[in-house]
Structures are given as C-alpha cells and as structure tokens.
C-alpha cells in the first residue's frame, strides 16, 4: 500500500467533493423526521460540578436559535419527556433516568428513579411519584434556578456552547476550498458564536447514582481509564 | 415649664411611634397581600404548601403527568448521528433506536469513515484502496473504531475524575461545555496513528481541526454554568 501522506505532499494538496452529508452539528437538526420540531436534540453535556462530588448534565435542544424573536418565542413543549439516562453496570441499559417535563410555566424533574428491567427502553412513564424538583422556566432576560435535596435544577434559553466553522465545512465538502480544508484560527469562523439554544441543567450529588462501572474504554485496548457511567440523552413524546 | 415641654414633646414622639406600629397592625389586608407561593407555609387559598388555589402553581399531585412517552431522538456523543448515518433513513433508524440495538450501524458507520476517504482518492486521481482510515491515536483501526461509535454510543463519564473528552492525555471522561468535540472528532478519523496524518501541514489538507475554540463563551460561571441567551 502506498504511503497516503507522501501522496499528498507530492501533489501538493486535494479536493473534497462529492459529499452532502458530514458532521452539521453535535446533534443540531440531525435528521428529518425531528429538524426544527421540539423533540430536537442539540447536545448532551455531562461534566464534575464546581462541587465536585456532583454530576452536571446539560441537555440543549431545538438549537440553533436566532437571539430576538426566535429565542423569545422558543419554548418547550409539554408532550415531550426528556430523560438523562444512566448505566451504571456497563450494559448501555438504563439503570436510572432523570426525567424532565415542562408543566405550565415550570419545569419537573423527577429520579434518579430506578429503572425496572421491564421498563427500559424507547417507552416511558413518569416516576411522578419521585419527584425531585422544580424550577421556573427562565426566559431570556432572567434566570430561574432551583435546588432540592441536593441537587439544582435550571430550564430556559442559554447561549450555544457548541462551536464550528460550519461554513468553512460547507466549502470543504464541496471541494471549493482545496487544497488547505479547514482555515487557520484567524481566519476560521465560529457559526454558533452569537447563537442560543434552550437547555435543560440539572446537577446531581454522586451519592444518588451508585459506584460507577469499569470503562468501556478497557474492552476495546484503552487502558488506565477511571470507573465511567455511561451516560446519554433521550427525548420521548407523548402517544 | 422649659423641662415639662420636652417631657411633652418625648411622650408626643413615642405615642407617634405607638400609632404607627397600630397602624401596622391594624393593617389586615396587607399581611394577606404577603401570603406568597415560596413562603414554606399552606395559607390563603393555597391547596398544599404553596402551591393549588388562585395565585399558585398547581400541587404537583394534581398535576397530569400519565401517559406513555415514546423515543424520537437520542444522543450520546457529540456527532455519532450525523457524521456516521450517511442517509436520512439511518439518522432516523438510529434516532429510534436503542444503544443495546446498534449492532447493524457498525458497517454502515464503517462504510461512511472509508467513503470520506475514497472521496479524496477518487478527486485526486488515485485508486480508492490506496487511500484508506489509518488507525487512530487511541490505536483504534476502522472495525474497532465504528463500533466503539455504534455501539458503545454513550458518553463516559467518570464521577471520580477531572472532566474531559479528550485533552491528549485523558480520555472519555465526560463532556465539559467547553471541550473542542470537533477538532477531537476530526482528529479521531483523519488523524491516523499519529493525529496529525492531514493536519495542514506538509502539503497534507486541514482535516484535524476548524481552527475554532470555545472563544468568548464564559466557563467560570456556577449553576447552571452556561451565560444567558444573547439578545443580539
């Protein structure tokens, strides 16, 4: 096999053409059948709180949003359950969710409810009887938090945290811009930079949910990595 | 007489005081106006502690949340979906599906990592084998690498360890606001063994990087650690 890099550097550079399809976001409008609606996914965040015995998680959706009237006029809708799921026995089963439900102008948060084996899955009820909190749902000029039993609680309209030239990208994939691909940081351009998104933050205290299993990481080769829960976002409507 | 007017006038002063503290008292409609929906106590017309009645949001037992919930869209790590599906009909497959059902994206995922390659073979006129994924810096070749992404499609994250995605030395411990998931991702594909295989150098294109950061976007803030919506 011919060695790729040197063939590159004799022709002194390439073009990209040919694809419609690359990264468009994180998750922003991802796929036709949820673009634009309210059940649109833009990004799952999961991180150490400032207190770092606790677990942060930041769902984003129904992003990009144009700052003024869009994001304004932006809002949850009440027939979509949002969940945080997480394995915690390194099955990429659901061991417990969180669970996230817009009800008039407040948002519910209910768990981390233990998940029964026969409840997994692309189907949910609410745990209404473990709620957890609730908070006002901010609007672009205030912010509501809420805390309860250790954990905090936030739903509203934030600015985008997801960054990339996604312009430039346009111009790679069309093969307009070869040989160089992505430009140099001066020159590059950040389309979400004055962007918002709504998101849904809730942190949690460790303790709530359970040891944490070995890294998957491990069963592919990649050693030496820290016990992981595995953790993903799931947006659920209404039947 | 010097000495009984300034009794006078102390005496006047404290009864002054005394009329407006019953004045306070007296006063029944404006303790009612301070009944409010975060005082911790049941009153007014309130059904439970500060919530229910006229004023409040409705108490939580009262509130409709029945009903059964169906999944329409799914993400674990940034991009899976939209870099990987390759067509409408897979983004939505997968959006539907399961993480434990992700057994079928591997090929599809590993067909779409070689086409991105072919693409550059095929506009510079070379055969398409001879320009193939080079296994990453995780020393993950193609096989192992779409299915760590089809099927273990969850973020890691590590309760008892600093956050990050990756920051050349940590790995998959999570996801911070501020992580450069694109430049990571793109690394992770066209990096090779190295992670510099067509980083823009030695006449190689820019793949491994947008040349973007977070910028401006504040990571210091506390709860709930994002800024407020711009306006602007």
């Known amino acids: 096999m011919m060695k790729k890099t040197k063939i590159f550097a004799a022709l002194g550079g390439l073009a990209l053409a040919g694809f419609s399809i690359f990264l468009i976001a994180a998750d922003h409008i991802d796929s036709p059948s949820v673009a634009n609606t309210t059940v649109d996914i833009a990004d799952l965040y999961a991180f150490q709180g400032n207190n770092e015995n606790n677990t942060v998680f930041v769902a984003t959706l129904q992003g990009p949003l144009n700052p003024g009237g869009v994001t304004e006029n932006a809002s949850f809708d009440e027939d979509v359950l949002i969940e945080f799921n997480i394995d915690n026995t390194g099955d990429f089963v659901e061991d417990l969710v969180i669970q996230a439900v817009k009800r008039a102008d407040t948002m519910y948060f209910f768990g981390p409810a233990v998940v029964d084996a026969a409840d997994t899955g692309a189907s949910s009820s609410i745990y209404s009887d473990q709620l957890a909190g609730q908070v006002q749902i901010s609007g672009v000029g205030d912010t509501f938090t809420a805390t309860n039993n250790g954990m905090s609680f936030f739903a509203g309209p934030r600015r985008d945290y997801f960054y990339f030239d996604f312009n430039r990208f346009n111009d790679v994939i069309s093969g307009s811009v070869a040989p160089e691909g992505f430009l140099p940081p001066s020159q590059a351009s950040d389309f979400f930079e004055a962007l918002n998104v709504l998101s849904i933050v809730v942190e949690v205290p460790n303790s709530m949910l359970g040891s944490a299993p070995e890294h998957v990481g491990g069963a592919v080769g990649i050693t030496g990595l820290p016990n992981a829960y595995n953790v993903w976002v799931s947006a659920k409507r209404k039947q | ?232």
């Open chain 2, 1 to 232: 007489m010097k000495r009984f007017n300034i009794k006078f006038a102390i005496l006047a002063l404290c009864t002054s005081f005394l009329f407006v503290q019953c004045a306070d008292d007296d006063d029944n409609g404006n303790v009612i106006e301070q009944i409010s929906c975060t005082d911790g106590i049941q009153n007014g017309d309130e059904e439970g502690v500060d919530c229910g009645g006229t004023a409040c949001e409705p108490c939580v037992g009262n509130i409709d949340f029945s009903g059964t919930y169906t999944q329409v869209d799914i993400m674990g790590r940034p991009g899976v979906n939209t870099v990987f599906s390759g067509s409408n009909d897979v983004k939505n497959d997968f959006n539907n599906s399961l993480v434990t059902e992700r057994a079928a994206f591997q090929p599809i995922f590993e067909a779409t990592l070689e086409l991105y390659h072919d693409v550059y073979a095929t506009s510079l006129g070379i055969p398409t084998e001879d320009l193939d994924y080079e296994t990453n810096i995780l020393n993950l070749d193609a096989p192992t690498f779409t299915t760590v992404l089809a099927q273990f499609d969850a973020l890691q994250v590590a309760p008892n360890a600093p956050t990050t995605y990756f920051d050349g030395t940590n790995v998959l411990t999570g996801r911070n606001l501020g992580d450069d998931v694109i430049d990571i991702s793109l690394t992770l594909m066209f990096g090779g063994t190295t992670g510099t295989r067509f980083d823009g150098n030695n006449g190689t294109p820019q793949l491994t990087s947008d040349g973007i950061g977070v910028g401006d976007r504040d990571l210091t803030l506390g709860f709930p650690y994002m800024e407020p919506a711009l306006t602007n």
